[in-house]
């Protein structure tokens, strides 16, 4: 069976990342499901997907393993993914938190009169 999910993290040095199931009807709802980069069906030679990326695949046990992993991972709906994207070239960069803390121990606003109306 075709599942849907997005991707969670995925590190190319190491080759391999955790896709999160998203079909609710699914008896793979809500797991992490390890995968290997050979599984990524693209047309890049360099093969990559990107954190938040929704994806479809097929959950399978190789032989050998304990666990359940992705296979034949593929833009959903046959549809291109970010990596094959023909106009955009796309790079990821973590978040930076500026002074989260100070964030947090600011007042919230006060409504003002417009708030109101």
Known sequence: MTEVGQVIRFDHRKGYGFINVLNESSDNYGRELFFHFSEIKCDNSFKKVFPGEIVS???SRKEGEERDVCTNIKGPFEATMMIDHPRYMFKIT???VINESV???LPSPEPTKDDNE
């Open 103 to 105: 964030s947090e121990d």
């Open 94 to 96: 973590p978040k930076r």
């Open 57 to 59: 695949f097929n959950v």
